[in-house]
Every structure is written in structure tokens, then in C-alpha cells.
């Protein structure tokens, strides 16, 4: 049985906006059926098929998703429960860097305390109490003690997470409103992640 989901006219409405904007295709996910993340969920043999925009901006290779998950590997989030899609980013770029960073909630707050989840404090107290930060380096670690770092990760909210690994950029953030669903909000965000100093 296939479910339809709150946000999929939207989302794809605003596929096809991209695909007639810049340089790339809507690719049909329904061949993927049983994947995580976007390109198609499968749960309790309900499946949840989205189309997905991939292509090019600036230069850089993007795929734009609609997902029930915030990050695509899937083994490094805790999904809370309940019913929420999400809008994914995801610039293809090498990167230095290996970091996951997301807003903070009570559930954060309650695996932190039992020893489920670590992280990793900045000592900058505003930062490190609005974010769950994972960082596997030194390197990465002082990454996210920079002043500059720290205000542009602050320019991408709202999200819901950002998964910088060596070959790529994530951004996440929870759907609520179609508003988030225009070109004109996607074209700020990828602006914004190519400015990450990464």
C-alpha cells in the first residue's frame, strides 16, 4: 500500500520549479523501493515514493529530496516518533571535515544524560546548549570553535540537522508550512551552504 504523505503535491510542485530553473533532472524514486531516506521508504509494507530533483548549481552536483528521515544514513538518528517529513539538501563537495550537528531537543537532552549519545562542547556556552555537535578530529573540533563557523551554521537555520562528511554537505530541516517549499527558499540555502568554509 502506498501512502501519501502531507507535503508530496508541494514537494513535487516545487520539483518541477527547480527542473525548469537549473540544470538537472526530476529522477522517478519508485524503482528504489526499500532504501531509507528519500529515494524510498519501506516500513511495515507501507512505502512512501517522492520524486527527487539531482542536477547542478554553481557548479556543484545537488540533490534536492523530500524525506521521512533528517539525515540518509539512517544509523545515526533517533527518530523520535511521530509522522514528520523533511526538505534534504545535499551539495556533493569534498570536504575536510567529518561533523554532525543538530538543534538540540529532549530526547538529545535525555540520551546525553543515560549515555546513549556523546558530544562534543565548544565551551562557547550559547552554541553548544542550542546544538547536539559530533565531531570525530581535532581538526573537526576546532572547526566548530571558530566564531566565523559557528555564525554561518547559525545563517542556516532553521534545521532540523547538517551532516558535513568528506564528499558531502547535508542540510535538513522539518517541513510546517508551503512557504518553505518555494525556489526562492531552497536558492538561499544552497547560497548559504556554499559558503561553508569546508
Given at each position: 500500500?502506498?501512502?501519501?504523505?502531507?507535503?508530496?503535491?508541494?514537494?513535487?510542485?516545487?520539483?518541477?520549479?527547480?527542473?525548469?530553473?537549473?540544470?538537472?533532472?526530476?529522477?522517478?524514486?519508485?524503482?528504489?523501493?526499500?532504501?531509507?531516506?528519500?529515494?524510498?521508504?519501506?516500513?511495515?509494507?507501507?512505502?512512501?515514493?517522492?520524486?527527487?530533483?539531482?542536477?547542478?548549481?554553481?557548479?556543484?552536483?545537488?540533490?534536492?529530496?523530500?524525506?521521512?528521515?533528517?539525515?540518509s544514513?539512517?544509523?545515526?538518528?533517533?527518530?523520535?516518533?511521530?509522522?514528520?517529513?523533511y526538505?534534504?539538501?545535499?551539495?556533493?563537495?569534498?570536504?575536510?571535515?567529518?561533523?554532525?550537528?543538530?538543534?538540540?531537543?529532549?530526547?538529545?537532552?535525555?540520551?546525553?544524560?543515560?549515555g546513549?549519545?556523546?558530544?562534543?562542547?565548544?565551551?562557547?556556552?550559547?552554541?553548544?546548549?542550542?546544538y547536539?555537535?559530533?565531531?570525530?578530529?581535532?581538526?573537526?573540533?576546532?572547526?566548530?570553535?571558530?566564531y566565523?563557523?559557528?555564525?554561518k551554521?547559525?545563517?542556516?537555520?532553521?534545521?532540523?540537522?547538517?551532516?558535513?562528511?568528506?564528499?558531502?554537505?547535508?542540510?535538513?530541516?522539518?517541513?510546517?508550512?508551503k512557504?518553505?517549499?518555494?525556489y526562492?527558499?531552497?536558492?538561499?540555502?544552497l547560497?548559504?551552504?556554499?559558503?561553508?568554509d569546508?
Amino acid at each position: 500500500m502506498t501512502l501519501e504523505k502531507p507535503w508530496k503535491k508541494e514537494f513535487e510542485s516545487l520539483i518541477k520549479d527547480i527542473s525548469l530553473k537549473l540544470e538537472g533532472e526530476i529522477k522517478s524514486l519508485s524503482n528504489f523501493k526499500g532504501e531509507f531516506g528519500a529515494r524510498a521508504f519501506n516500513y511495515d509494507n507501507e512505502s512512501y515514493f517522492y520524486p527527487s530533483f539531482v542536477g547542478k548549481y554553481k557548479g556543484h552536483s545537488i540533490t534536492i529530496e523530500n524525506s521521512e528521515f533528517p539525515v540518509s544514513d539512517i544509523s545515526s538518528y533517533i527518530d523520535a516518533g511521530g509522522n514528520f517529513e523533511y526538505l534534504r539538501i545535499i551539495i556533493t563537495k569534498k570536504t575536510a571535515y567529518n561533523i554532525f550537528i543538530s538543534q538540540e531537543g529532549i530526547m538529545d537532552k535525555i540520551q546525553k544524560k543515560i549515555g546513549l549519545i556523546s558530544e562534543y562542547e565548544t565551551g562557547i556556552e550559547l552554541f553548544d546548549k542550542e546544538y547536539l555537535l559530533q565531531a570525530k578530529s581535532d581538526k573537526d573540533k576546532q572547526l566548530l570553535k571558530t566564531y566565523k563557523f559557528q555564525n554561518k551554521i547559525k545563517e542556516l537555520e532553521p534545521f532540523t540537522t547538517i551532516k558535513i562528511s568528506f564528499n558531502s554537505i547535508q542540510w535538513c530541516k522539518s517541513i510546517h508550512d508551503k512557504s518553505q517549499l518555494s525556489y526562492v527558499e531552497i536558492e538561499k540555502y544552497l547560497d548559504r551552504l556554499l559558503l561553508l568554509d569546508v
